[in-house]
C-alpha cells in the first residue's frame, strides 16, 4: 500500500528547534512494518517533508520513478525483495532515472558487520532501529546541504 503524507509542521512541538527541518524534502519511504512506517513518515512529515511511504520494495521503487525524491529511506529486512535488493535496483539506474538518489537504511541489524554491508550494497548511511528520529532528521539536512 503506498501512502502519500503531506507535511504537517503544525504537529511540531513548540521549541524543538525542527519545526520545518525538512521542508521542501520529498521522501520515499519504504518498510513492511506498517506501524514503523507509519511513525517514521509522521515524524518527517512534522518535520515539513513530503513522504511518499510504501509497504514494499517493488512500490518504492515505482515511487522513486515516478516523484524523484531528495533521497530514499529503506527498512532492510522485507519479504520478497529486501533492502540491499532494492538499494542495488536503484543504483543501476542512471543517474538521470534516480539512481543516485542519496539512501539511508533503517535496520534490526544493528552491528558493525551489518553496518558495513548496508554501505556496500549502495546506502549511503545506516541507522539502527529503535532510531534516534533527531539524528536522522540532522542527517537528512546534512544529504540535503551537500546535494549539488
Not at 520513478?65 to 539506474?93: C, N, Q, T, W
Amino acid at each position: 500500500m503506498t501512502v502519500a503524507i503531506t507535511p504537517q509542521s503544525s504537529l511540531d512541538t513548540p521549541g524543538s528547534g525542527l519545526h520545518g527541518a525538512l521542508a521542501g524534502f520529498r521522501i520515499v519511504l519504504v518498510d513492511d512494518d506498517p506501524d514503523a512506517r507509519d511513525l517514521l513518515a509522521t515524524v518527517l512529515a512534522q518535520r515539513s517533508a513530503e513522504v511518499f511511504a510504501a509497504s514494499s520494495a517493488p512500490e518504492a521503487f515505482a515511487l522513486l520513478k515516478e516523484h524523484r525524491p531528495d533521497v530514499l529511506i529503506s527498512d532492510i529486512a522485507m519479504p520478497e525483495e529486501d533492502g540491499y535488493m532494492f538499494i542495488r535496483r536503484v543504483r543501476a539506474l542512471g543517474a538521470d532515472e534516480g539512481g543516485r538518489t542519496p539512501a539511508v537504511a533503517v535496520t534490526a541489524y544493528a552491528g558493525r558487520a551489518d553496518r558495513r554491508r548496508a554501505l556496500e550494497a549502495g546506502f549511503d548511511d545506516h541507522f539502527a532501529k529503535p532510531i534516534d528520529l533527531d539524528k536522522l532528521v540532522d542527517r537528512l539536512v546534512e544529504i540535503r546541504n551537500a546535494a549539488p
